[in-house]
């Protein structure tokens, strides 16, 4: 008893869950009460009880079957997969194949959670009939594992399953018409940790579910690689944000007027271990998924807000910094505290650091009313980035009061490429409702020329300078 205490302190932490921890704690009590019991009144026969409960609240709390159990006991669930690919790192025999409900989300909703959990448990019931010597895993909204003999025909699987998904799922209180899509996976050689196998797998199933993919998936080592890189960037993330491997980098704009610097971009860059730099084009998505994009908008605000406290801006002979923000920022709710909060800090003028956001942020658009208002009470102006790559018309433009509208790159190269009528027009259209106009991408005289012509009055590109760290910047200018 005393070495198992022992173990406990000693080991605990690698259990990872409370009720296991306090399993073990309950077990030896257990077990002490009845050794007390036995040296006080030795006639009571009750060790053996003592143990058998001992022993019952340690399965419970390890191997109870319900822990791992879903749709009724039909199949695996994740938590089962998770703890299945741990024990098995590095020797797993098994093949993974993934079947998921194609556009789960809308089909619960039309269908009702009832009918849905009742359809799926008859999914599981067939899929574990089709693979008597697989495992079934389910991993919820609509995502079916299964680990299955190695040497399979997935093909035919897939076509077996996709033929019996042309009929409904019918029960006594159920019928269902759903459609399925596929994951297939090469068989799993490398030595790669069952967490990074198991959200490769999720994120396969993932974009399975939300397209109309005519064949399976196949998921190979590059992908697992790359989701093993991504975890490396979210802890290259993670150090940024402790102020460790962040810098600013700022972008020259130049006033197509005068051909003078009047204002920056402000880009972020981080570093990975070894020093080399992360592009944001890899970095902000995976901020985005991982829920850290709000702490990584506010430090390169932060920084460039400390930026201009520390280089004024009129001694650079620049107006304005644009600050980028993600969609998902746009979201937060107290989005104009935070950043207030910030310019105060900072003793600056709000107008000078002007927010770029992108269409994607004017999806809902009585709450893009709302926050640009709500901003623009503290002072902060916007400016319409990447235009041209999204969808949103000149009548929902109209309504918001950009002051700025960035042309992305992709649109002015192809106009340089092939001039027409619509660009001209539509940067006509923008002047008159009183927004200036920027050309992004602009990489050589000729752009600049050209651009100038149809009316862009702000130019930003590799023509002038590409995007450099922020103390080099005073020395453009
Ligand atoms: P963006 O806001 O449209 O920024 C302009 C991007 O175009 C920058 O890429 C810049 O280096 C690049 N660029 C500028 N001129 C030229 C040119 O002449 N030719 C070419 N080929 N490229 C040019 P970068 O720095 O890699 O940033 C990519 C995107 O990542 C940005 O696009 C922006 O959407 C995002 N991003 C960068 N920093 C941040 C940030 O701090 N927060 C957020 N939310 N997004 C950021
Ligand atoms: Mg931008
Ligand atoms: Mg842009």
């Not at 296991?20 to 040296?39: K, P, Q, T, V």
Request: some cysteine; glycine content about 8%.
């Amino acid at each position: 008893m005393l070495l198992a205490l022992i173990a406990v302190f000693m080991f605990g932490r690698t259990l990872r869950r409370r009720r296991e921890r306090y399993g073990i704690l309950f077990y030896n009590l257990l077990i002490f009460a009845a050794l007390i019991i036995r040296l006080i009144w030795p006639k009571y026969l009750v060790m053996d009880t003592f143990i058998l409960i001992a022993i019952l609240i340690v399965f419970l709390a390890f191997g109870n079957p319900d822990f791992h159990l879903d749709l009724r006991g039909n199949a695996f669930n994740r938590l089962a997969l998770s703890e299945y690919l741990e024990e098995n790192t590095g020797k797993l025999r098994l093949v993974p194949f993934g079947v998921v409900i194609r556009n789960y989300h809308e089909m619960r909703d039309l269908y009702e959670s009832s009918q849905m959990e009742e359809g799926l448990i008859m999914i599981a019931k067939y899929l574990k009939r089709r693979s008597p010597k697989g495992i079934l895993f389910y991993c919820r909204r609509g995502r079916f594992i299964i680990l299955d003999q190695p040497g399979k025909d997935f093909r035919e699987e897939t076509k077996a399953i996709t033929e019996r998904f042309d009929h409904p799922w019918k029960s006594h209180s159920a019928e269902l018409y759903l459609s399925a899509g596929f994951a297939t996976f090469d068989s799993i050689d490398g030595n790669f940790s069952s967490e990074i196998l198991l959200s490769t797998m999720l994120k396969a199933l993932e974009s399975v579910g939300g397209a109309e993919l005519e064949e399976p998936l196949n998921v190979t080592e590059v992908d697992i690689k790359r989701t093993e890189t991504e975890r490396g960037i979210r802890q290259c993330i993670e150090n940024a944000l402790d102020g460790d491997g962040f810098e600013l980098y700022l972008q020259p704009i130049i006033d197509a007027k005068t051909g003078k610097i009047t204002g920056a971009e402000a880009l972020s860059r981080i570093r990975d271990a070894d020093g080399n730099i992360i592009p944001p084009g890899l970095f902000i998505p995976v901020a985005e998924n991982s829920g850290r994009i709000n702490k990584l908008g506010e430090l390169v605000f932060d920084r460039t807000c400390n930026y201009i406290k520390e280089n004024p801006l009129e001694k650079m002979g620049i107006e304005w910094i644009n600050v980028n923000l993600s969609p998902l920022q746009f979201l937060c709710a107290d989005l104009d505290e935070r950043y207030s909060s910030i310019i105060e800090k900072y003793g600056l003028d709000p107008n000078t650091v002007h927010l770029e956001i992108t269409e994607e942020a004017m999806i809902d658009d009585r709450f893009l009313q709302k926050q640009i208002k709500a901003m623009g009470e503290k002072g902060f102006l916007f400016v319409l980035d990447d235009y041209g790559t999204g969808y949103s018309n000149l009548s929902r433009l109209k309504k918001c009061p950009f002051i700025n509208v960035k042309l992305d790159m992709s649109i002015v190269w192809d106009y340089c490429r092939e001039p027409d009528d619509i660009l001209p027009n539509m940067i006509q259209a923008f002047k008159n409702m009183g927004f200036s106009i920027t050309a992004e991408g602009i990489e050589d005289e000729d752009m600049v020329n050209t651009m100038k012509n149809i009316g862009c009055d702000l130019l930003q590109g590799y023509y002038y300078s590409k995007p450099v760290p922020a103390s080099e910047f005073a020395g453009l200018s």
